[in-house]
Antibody, heavy 128, light 107 residues
Framework: QVQLVESGGDLVKPGGSLRVSCAAS????????MTWIRQAPGKGLEWLSYISNRGTTTSYADSVKGRFTISRDDSKNSVYLQMNSLGGDDTAVYYCARDPGYCSGGRCYQRLDALDIWGQGTMVTVSS | DVQMTQSPSFLSASVGDTVTITCRASQSSSTYLNWYQQKPGKAPILLIY???NLQSGVPSRFSGSGSGTDFTLTISSLQPEDFATYYC?????????FGQGTKLEIK
């Protein structure tokens, strides 16, 4: 079935680095934009970054720009988030999600600009 | 950046009620507005995309409307499984910001 599975969450010391991964299955991963979102304990959702279907376009929230890097490996059906210079404010569950795209009038588009499939999340804790 | 403000932040209602949650954007988001439902310990679920389009598999008691800066999510005839937290998200400009959430509780 269509699913996303995140992994790599861990306890990290302030100033440290971590890479979280998201493995996709059940759909043609290479066709889809992918997004990372996080949720601090007891807080709301925060959009972090997206990467285009060919990896040529990325975008970041100001809170992570210059510290986090999104990438993808279509041969492994995976998207990654490399996180550097981590601080306590980065403690959160990290979710990856898929933009489903859509087809209309005989043409297909990579972006519906919505997130229809989410993983279960992976917990990143930044603490000394 | 576009700031998304939901109201109310907390909402108490009974099974069978009709409720409306509003979302206001600090800049026009056209109709690039999505609604998600999240239950404790679970990932969010897409309910509405493009302001008013019902995601496949979502019950028809959920509906969305609006454009520009003002949007609404309406849930008709509340069911026990609808008690959850709801988030709006604009996807017109990056960063694709979320509202702070509306927690819908049983009265």
């Amino acid at each position: 079935q269509v699913q996303l599975v995140e992994s790599g969450g861990d306890l990290v010391k302030p100033g440290g680095s971590l890479r979280v991964s998201c493995a996709a299955s059940g759909f043609n991963f290479s066709d889809h934009y992918m997004t990372w979102i996080r949720q601090a304990p007891g807080k709301g959702l925060e959009w972090l970054s997206y990467i285009s279907n060919r990896g040529t376009t990325t975008s970041y929230a100001d809170s992570v720009k210059g510290r986090f890097t999104i990438s993808r490996d279509d041969s492994k059906n995976s998207v990654y988030l490399q996180m550097n210079s981590l601080g306590g404010d980065d403690t959160a569950v990290y979710y990856c999600a898929r933009d489903p795209g859509y087809c209309s009038g005989g043409r297909c588009y990579q972006r519906l600009d919505a997130l229809d499939i989410w993983g279960q999340g992976t917990m990143v804790t930044v603490s000394s | 950046d576009v700031q998304m403000t939901q109201s109310p932040s907390f909402l108490s209602a009974s099974v069978g009620d009709t409720v409306t949650i509003t979302c206001r954007a600090s800049q026009s988001s056209s109709t690039y507005l999505n609604w998600y439902q999240q239950k404790p310990g679970k990932a969010p679920i897409l309910l509405i995309y493009g302001a008013s389009n019902l995601q496949s598999g979502v019950p028809s008691r959920f509906s969305g409307s609006g454009s520009g800066t003002d949007f609404t999510l309406t849930i008709s005839s509340l069911q026990p499984e609808d008690f959850a937290t709801y988030y709006c998200q604009q996807s017109y400009r990056t960063p694709n910001s979320f509202g702070q959430g509306t927690k819908l509780e049983i009265k």
